[in-house]
Structures are given as structure tokens and as C-alpha cells.
């Protein structure tokens, strides 16, 4: 059965991990978790700590990037929406009946 870690207990384990007065192996067993998730957890911790010192609500490049290219897509779903709902209306109009999808 898996063990479910809360972020709190993750940091604490992670902290210990870089401060580096104990081995990965002693500080696995001090906590009962196996020596690869406290080694992903200190990277984790590593890859992420620049994130702690931004503001809140700033948003970062890639987020920035990722909601533009959602709103372009979405305006262009709108587009072809409409250019659809148009020529499904023309071949009612040209045939008197549905198209045949």
C-alpha cells in the first residue's frame, strides 16, 4: 500500500536533503520513504525554488505563451464554427435537405 506524503512533510525531508549533515540513505530511513523519492523530492525542491520568491499572481513566460496560443485557437474554433454553420446553411438552402456528414 502507498504512502501519501503531505507537501509540508515532502519540504522537511527535501530541506534535510540539501542541507546535506546526513546521507540520502540515513535520511530515507529516519523517515521511512525509500532513498529515490527523497533524491526527487530534493530536485524537486531544487528545480523549483526560484517560483518561491516571485510575486503572487505574476505570471511566468510560458504561461504567458501557453494563454495566448489557447485564445488564438479558440478564436480560430469560433471562426471555423461559423464558416461551418454558414455552409451547412447554403447546402440546406441549395439541396432542400441536412448534409450528409
Known amino acids: 500500500m502507498r504512502k501519501k506524503h503531505g507537501t509540508e512533510f515532502k ?3 527535501a530541506l534535510e536533503a540539501i542541507r546535506g549533515e546526513q546521507t540520502v540513505q540515513e535520511i530515507a530511513l529516519k523517515y521511512e520513504v525509500h532513498p529515490n523519492q527523497v533524491t526527487q523530492w530534493k530536485r524537486h525542491l531544487l528545480d523549483n525554488a ?3 520568491f516571485e510575486k503572487p499572481g505574476k505570471k511566468s513566460q ?3 505563451g501557453a494563454e495566448q496560443k489557447e485564445e488564438r ?3 480560430q474554433i469560433g471562426r471555423l464554427k461559423i464558416e ?3 455552409l451547412k446553411k447554403k447546402y440546406r438552402q441549395l439541396y432542400g435537405k441536412e448534409p450528409d456528414l
Open 11 to 13: 519540504a522537511k525531508v
Open 50 to 52: 526560484v517560483t518561491a
Open 62 to 64: 510560458e504561461e504567458k
Open 73 to 75: 485557437l479558440f478564436s
Open 84 to 86: 461551418n454553420d454558414f
